[in-house]
Every structure is written in C-alpha cells, then in structure tokens.
C-alpha cells in the first residue's frame, strides 16, 4: 500500500495505521472538516451579503439608471425636435394662410376695380346714348312743329284751291286742321311705329 | 489483472481510504488536507472578491466583466428566473457564496499543486447544504407560519385518507431528502470523479514502471484517458456548482409559490 | 481477481439513470431541433432532470461504499 499512496501524492502522516477515519464509510462526515465548511461558509456568506452583493446590485442599479437616464435625454431631444418642426410647420401654414389671404384681397380688389370701371363706363355709355336721344327728341319736335305748321297751311291752301272758295274764319279753320291733325296723330299711335322714331323705347 | 503483469506488487485499485488524508493529528477533530484547501480558498475568494468589487464602473473593465459575467449567471439565469424577480434579492448573497465556493473547490480537483477535489470529503458539501436547509426551512416557517408551513406541505383537493401519507412523505422530503441528496450529489461526483482519475494515474503508473515489454504501452492509452477525464471534470466541477445552486433555489422558490 | 458485490450493485444502479439521462437529452436535443428560440427555458428543465436522475446513481455508489 505504501508505494500506492506516495503514487497518489498522499500526503498522509502515518501515523495511526488503520485509525477509524481511513477506513470509515466515506459517507461518514468528518466532524472537524464539517466545522471548518460551516465556519468558511459562514464567513464568506458574511462578507457577500455584507460588501460584494451589495456593491454589485449598486452598480447594477446605477448603470440602469444610466441607461435610463440616456433614454430620457433622447426622448426629451426628440420632443424638442418634434416641438420645432411642428413649430416651423405652423409658421409655414401661417405664412401660406396669409398669402393665400393677400392673395385674395388682391383678386377682390381688381374685382372691384373692374367693377367700378364697369359701371363708369355703364354710366358713361348712358349718358352719352340719354343725350343723344334728347337730341332726337328735340329734333323731332322740332320737325313735328314745323311740319304741323306747313301742313296746316298747303292743306287750307290745297282745300282752297279744290274748292274754290276760301275759308274765311281763320279760327274756325284752325280748328279744323288741329282736330284732323289729332287724329292722324292717334291713327298713327294706334298704328303702331310707323317712320317716326318714337322716344320711349331707347335703347 | 495482477496475473498477467510478473512484477512484485500487486496493483492496489483506488479506494475510500486515499481520500483520507490528516497533515496534522489523526482523529475526529484532525487537520486534514481538504481543510487546508477549503480554508486557503475561501480566503482567496474573500481577497479576490473584495478587491474586485472595490471600484466598480458603470463602464466594465475586463477584469469585471467577467465577474459580472458570472454574477449576471447567477442572479438572472438562476436567482430571477426561478426564485422571481419579486423575491429572489435577498437570497443573492446565499447562491452567490455557494456558486463561487464549489466552483473554485471543485477546480481545486484539477489545478495541479492540490489536484484533490475538497467536496470529496462528505462534511463539505454537508456544510454548505445545511445552509441551503436552514435557509429555505427558516424561509418556509417566515413566510407561512409553522402551521401554514405544514399545511401547504399537502396539496389541496386529495382524499382524506391519502393526506397523512402524503403529509408523511412530503415532511420527509423537506427535512431528509432534500439536504442528503444535495449533499450525496456534490460528494458523490466529485468522490467517483475523483476515484476515476486515480485509477488513470496509477494504473498507467503501475504499467509504465512495472509492466514488461509491450505491457508498458497500455500506460498511453491510460494517460491519454486521465487527461480526458481531467478535461471532463472541469465540465462536471461547473455543472455540479451550476446545479447545487439551481436545486437550492428551486427549493426556497417553492417557499414563494402560491399553490403547491 | 477479488472484487466487492456491492461494486455490482453500483453497476446495476446505474442502468436506470444512464437509459433516463439518455432519454432527457433525446428529448432536449429534439426540442431544441424543433424550436431552437426555447434553447435556455430547455436547458434549465433539461439539467434539471439530468440531476434528478443522476441522483439515483450517485445513491448507488453511496450506498456501494457503505455496504462495501
């Protein structure tokens, strides 16, 4: 057996040869070997829960932190670029709402110009087109007055002539010729616009 | 096997007794190797954690990412998503501890100037599974009183005369099951890890320096194993450390399940 | 060549738990295969199981070197 356990690299003291604890059931434990696990266990469970877990979780915890904290800092960036660009985007929609408004006072503005140049003209034309039916109007009277004269005279004149006798009461005479006069007047109204230009219905 | 090799000795095979190994006296209260080594790594992981977790930045350097890498294991794959994120900060110190202490000890199986896995000693792993026990039965009683404790052991809805068998059965789970397979588990794969390892070094040993002829080249296949295996305990010293920690908070998130 | 009945008692423990391992590992890989997004929530149930079966071959060597 002695060369065997030098071969293993035992260490072992020989002292007392075939001593209980060599030849016990190995499942038997040794009680100095079960103090000296308890008492290592003990003192290194001690001094992890005291200062290695504990260091370990608080930086665990701070670089979760960190992590988070970057997180935090870009989401707050990304808001604030969210926040500019809805900004810029409104200013862009005012600006174009107010050109579109320019825009639209510019239209309603040549509409009026255009408008008013309108009834100006309107205006104008009317005057121009009333005088010169005043203008008709005047010559017509003017020839219907003459005419009325004229006629008077070569009918007395041509009945006269056709009669052989002259029509001695002037009154009387006028009178005559004023109420055929009428009446050729009414038959022509009645008529219906004949050559005479008739005022009313200008145009 | 011994007949076939003409040496002098006979190959002895591995066994319990190798893992017995005092440095100092030789008795109940004997000052064994493990000790040393469980005592020298809970020193250096006190040393390393303290100085690591000294100056934390909110911007890891490496040295801290890797801790971080293995803090983040514990407390999100494990703490949180088991216990729940509503109860799991108080117990981080408790799967922490564990997790750092069987990892480095189980490495200490590999790592060549101790090359001797400490939980391969049962009182280890019991130690660290009575904290388990303490901690998810004082967290039970807390939560739900003695009474509430008991009764929530027995699920709602069953006949009466299965709930003092299942009572029975559950009490036993809590308070025997539990804490010897977690102890049993750890022990266990670190004992046979262990144990097998040996059996590579000093078979391939015993046919280099004793075998005869052709005999010696059996003791390359043999090396070739023992690393193998050595490579294949780092996986299983990470798994059993990965694993002590998900049962214990397997068993403290049944404290904060509403139904049972 | 000496050896220990309880070392076969070992060897008999540890069918169960090998045939259970091998069948929790089919069952993840296929998950996995299926639905690669489930990997970690398998992972989890996947070892958790491993552990739960592997528990009774580690009662078996346990056991082994106490009868032994």
């Not at chain 2, 009572?167 to 397979?181: A, G, Y």
């Not at chain 2, 080249?217 to 798994?239: K, Y």
Request: hydrophobic share 50%; charged share 15%; net charge negative.
């Amino acid at each position: 057996m002695g060369t065997i356990d030098t071969a293993a690299g035992v260490l072992a003291a020989e002292s007392g040869e075939g001593g209980f604890w060599e030849t016990a059931y190995p499942v038997i434990p040794h009680p100095g070997e079960l103090i000296v696990g308890i008492i290592s266990f003990a003192v290194l469970y001690f001094l992890y829960k005291r200062f290695v877990v504990p260091r370990l979780e608080a930086m665990l915890a701070e670089r979760q932190q960190t992590i988070e904290g970057g997180i935090e800092r870009a989401e707050a960036m990304q808001a604030e670029a969210k926040a500019a660009l809805e900004q810029y985007r409104s200013q862009l929609a005012e600006a174009r709402n107010e050109a579109a408004q320019i825009r639209d006072a510019a239209r309603a503005e040549g509409q009026q110009i255009i408008e008013e140049l309108r009834a100006q003209a309107q205006e104008e034309s009317a005057r121009i087109v009333a005088r010169g039916e005043e203008q008709i109007a005047a010559a017509r009277q003017q020839v219907v007055n003459e005419l009325r004269g004229q006629i008077g005279a070569l009918a007395v004149d041509l009945a006269g002539r056709v009669v052989g006798e002259s029509l001695a009461d002037d009154a009387r005479r006028q009178g005559t010729v004023d109420r055929f006069l009428d009446q050729l007047d009414g038959m022509s109204a009645a008529d219906g616009r004949g050559g005479v230009p008739v005022p009313e219905g200008n145009r | 096997m011994t007949t076939v090799v003409s040496a002098a000795e006979e190959f002895v095979p591995p066994s319990a007794p190798d893992f017995w190994q005092p440095l100092v006296g030789d008795g109940a209260f004997a000052i064994t190797r493990t000790m040393v080594v469980m005592v020298l790594v809970t020193i250096g992981l006190a040393v390393v954690m303290m100085a690591a977790t000294r100056r934390l930045s909110v911007v890891p350097g490496r040295g801290q990412f890797r801790l971080e890498g293995v803090y983040g294991l514990v407390r999100n794959s494990i703490g949180r998503d088991i216990i729940g994120s509503a109860h799991f900060r108080p117990y981080l110190p408790l799967l922490f501890t564990l997790f750092t202490l069987i990892l480095v000890n189980n490495l200490m199986g590999i790592i060549p100037p101790v090359q001797f896995p400490t939980m391969s000693r049962i009182g280890f792993p019991l130690a660290l599974a009575l904290g388990v026990y303490v901690v998810y039965l004082v967290a039970g009683v807390r939560r739900r009183g003695l009474g509430g404790f008991l009764k929530n052991l027995v699920p709602s809805g069953l006949p009466w005369w299965v709930v003092p068998v299942v009572f029975v059965l559950e009490l036993v789970t809590f308070l025997i099951t539990r804490p010897v397979t977690l102890t049993l588990r750890l022990f266990g794969n670190m004992f046979a890890g262990h144990i097998l390892l040996l059996l590579f070094a000093l078979g391939g040993e015993y046919f280099l320096l004793h075998g005869e002829g052709l005999l010696r080249v059996i003791s390359l296949p043999a090396f070739f194993m023992f690393f193998l295996f050595t490579a294949f305990e780092i996986l299983i010293a990470f798994l059993q450390a990965y694993v002590f920690i998900l049962l214990a908070s397997i068993y403290i998130a049944e404290v904060y399940a509403d139904d049972h | 060549m000496e050896g220990n009945l309880a070392i076969i008692g070992y060897g008999l423990s540890a069918i169960g738990p090998g045939v259970g391992i091998g069948l929790i590992f089919a069952a993840y890989v296929s998950g996995v295969a299926r639905q690669p997004e489930t990997r970690n929530v398998l992972q989890t149930i996947a070892i958790l199981g491993f552990v739960l079966c592997e528990q009774l071959a580690i009662f078996g060597i346990a056991l082994a070197f106490v009868f032994s």
